[in-house]
């Protein structure tokens, strides 16, 4: 799908292949692990029999998808442990654990809920974690994800983002929908809709604002919307096409391509579209610009040199360096959280693939095998790239790891998505 730069005509074709039912909840298909998954139980909490929807079969749910963690059968244990001091840690290192997860849920007067929950390590036989939420039984699901980032913080050392959210487009008949669901891709809610194309969902750092592109007005126009009020704000309408917006790390600015000038160039604005102002002179298309984590530099693709390459440009001092060269054409640079590196898409013999390169060593990891993979977008702890691809001649949204050996997809039946956006960590 990626056959040029990412321009207007580029875009307006990735939206002409059919689309149908929206809203349908995307489910995550393990297609690939770790090599060394982790064996561990999550027991089923003590008194969620009680309740439509309990917490560890969530839990559970999220360790499995996220291809660290093998599940080992935890229903045939009695008594089932419902607290740390209660498991017997050669019982589960006989049916090869080494954790168990332990809990239980017990209702409160005033209707809310007492979840608490345990995380044994039974090969050091010591626990781990051991924490308590009052919650109402509306938020079952986003607890089940708080204990499931513990968990899998405790156990790897990098931090979960089983809490965060992702956006993306799809597309029925003439409408189009912008779209907010959990990472694991459940409980979708609509943010946008239209009868023209929408695309480019791109989060603000806080989680709180997603600015996108809507050819509602007959031309491309970036609009930033507001979660909480449903409010928006159309921040560049210039003449020609406004498109490719992207957040500063603090989320004061957005990095706009803007054809009024003349061609495809790169604008800094304000985030309420004051302020606009071109970062650089060029006579080529640059394009897909994005921060830097440190706010310092944009990455952003160019044909300057021929061919689309990735480019980047000292905000400060306006030197330009360029940082590919493998191959005639990458392009969709996403920078890592740890500012080591960067995510892209590279070509190679006509199947388009997800990449990684490091900035010191400029050596490139291809992660995807293609043909048609585009749109990566990086979650917040940088080991999943959620990016998307087509299967079938419709196109789904897939995640690899960023060592390239965990692989997901999110499929809905009969539905047709594009554009994904991982959000951010949600703030305290």
């Excluded at 770790?34 to 360790?63: C, K, N, Q």
């Excluded at 017997?88 to 239980?104: M, N, P």
């Excluded at 913080?153 to 409408?175: C, M, N, P, Q």
């Amino acid at each position: 799908m990626h056959r040029s730069l990412r321009l207007l005509a580029v875009l307006v074709a990735l939206f002409a292949l059919p689309f149908s039912a929206v809203r349908a909840q995307l489910t995550i298909e393990i297609v690939g692990g770790a090599g060394t998954a982790i064996p561990i139980a999550v027991v089923p909490f003590g008194g969620e029999s009680a309740f439509p929807l309990g917490v560890s079969g969530i839990v559970g749910a999220d360790l499995q998808r996220s291809g660290m963690f093998k599940l080992v059968a935890a229903d045939a244990v009695v008594p089932r442990p419902t607290r740390a001091e209660d498991v017997q840690v050669d019982v589960w290192r006989g049916r090869g654990a080494d954790a168990v997860v332990v809990g239980s849920m017990q209702p409160l007067p005033d209707g809310r809920v007492d979840v608490r929950f345990a995380l044994v390590d039974a090969v050091k036989q010591s626990t781990l974690a051991a924490m308590s939420y009052t919650v109402a039984p509306a938020q079952f699901r986003a607890t089940a994800h708080k204990i499931a980032d513990v968990i899998y913080e405790k156990l790897t050392g990098d931090r979960g983002v089983f809490s965060t959210k992702i956006a993306y487009i799809t597309k029925a008949g003439a409408r189009y929908q912008l779209l907010v669901a959990d990472a694991d891709g459940a409980d979708p809610q609509t943010i946008v809709t239209s009868n023209e194309p929408l695309l480019s969902p791109r989060w603000s750092p806080d989680g709180t604002r997603i600015a996108y592109v809507s050819f509602e007005a007959k031309k491309p126009v970036v609009y930033v919307q507001n979660l909480a009020t449903g409010g928006r704000q159309a921040v560049a309408n210039f003449r020609g096409s406004n498109s490719s917006p992207a957040w500063s790390p603090d989320g004061r600015q957005l990095a706009v391509t803007l054809t009024k000038d003349g061609g495809s160039q790169l604008f800094v604005m304000a985030a309420d579209g004051s302020g606009v102002r071109r970062v650089m002179s060029s006579n080529a298309i640059d394009t897909e610009a994005h921060f830097t984590p440190d706010g310092g530099s944009l990455l952003y693709t160019s044909d300057r040199g021929g061919s689309p390459q990735i480019y980047r440009l000292n905000l400060g001092s306006g030197a330009v360096e360029r940082l590919t060269f493998d191959g005639s054409y990458n392009v969709s640079a996403r920078p890592l959280p740890d500012g080591k590196g960067f995510v892209f898409v590279r070509r190679d013999g006509g199947r388009f693939q997800i990449a990684t390169q490091d900035y010191a060593t400029r050596q490139v990891q291809v992660l995807t095998a293609g043909p048609g993979d585009e749109s990566p977008s990086i979650a917040p702890n940088g080991r999943l790239i959620l990016y998307a691809n087509e299967v079938g001649g419709r196109g789904i949204l897939a995640a690899v790891s960023s060592d390239g050996r965990i692989k997901q997809r999110l499929v809905a039946p009969a539905t047709d998505v594009r554009e994904p956006a991982w959000g951010p960590y949600a703030r305290p």
